[in-house]
């Protein structure tokens, strides 16, 4: 088994080509939607969910929540959660910006029951660097397990992750969504 999430969507670009390389692989995959971005294209995000994906919230405006203070950090994390509910998934879980977490951010996850994922290899394809780059790097994590994230609004991704799925099904993989 091998996670694949997107970051910083939903994307009016990339969200709906995303759903087509998942559905060709018959692979499932978590997307962490940004609330501001997921308010402004609803519709995205339930078709994510009607493709049976994992939506999980990556905060409202996408800050360093280390920088917030802990009523700051409990609205980032709850209104992006309360409007995915309001979708139809149930918003379990989350990912913070970046990374960046501590006591207080972990705390506030646990205190809206929200699991906080972070990942085990990043793609990078958001530098711009070649495709062929940032499916290297993704292969590279390739293990059972792992958590790779991506982003679906940059262009190049959508080919990264066909060829990261079909190399991922000759080893014996299977993408699936994280319970969120």
Wanted: with cysteine; hydrophobic share 40%.
């Amino acid at each position: 088994m091998v996670y694949l999430t997107f970051d910083d969507g939903p994307s009016p670009t990339g969200t709906l080509a995303m759903l087509a390389v998942l559905q060709r692989h018959h692979a499932k995959a978590t997307f962490f939607v940004i609330g501001e971005t997921a308010a402004a294209y609803p519709n995205l995000v339930r078709e994510e969910i009607a493709a049976g994906e994992s939506v999980g919230g990556h905060t409202w405006t996408h800050p360093h929540l280390r920088t917030l203070s802990r009523a700051a950090v409990t609205a980032q994390l709850a209104d992006t959660r309360d409007l995915i509910r309001s979708l139809g998934a149930p918003a379990r879980c989350f990912r913070p910006p970046y990374g960046e977490t501590d006591s207080t951010v972990s705390s506030v996850a646990r205190s809206l029951h929200v699991h906080q994922y972070l990942w085990t290899t990043e793609s990078k394809d958001w530098t711009g660097a070649p495709a062929n780059v940032d499916l290297t790097k993704a292969l590279a994590g390739l293990q059972p397990g792992a958590i790779i994230v991506f982003h679906d609004w940059v262009p190049q991704t959508q080919q990264v992750v066909d060829q990261f799925l079909t190399i991922a099904a000759r080893r014996g993989y299977i993408a699936a969504a994280l319970p969120c």
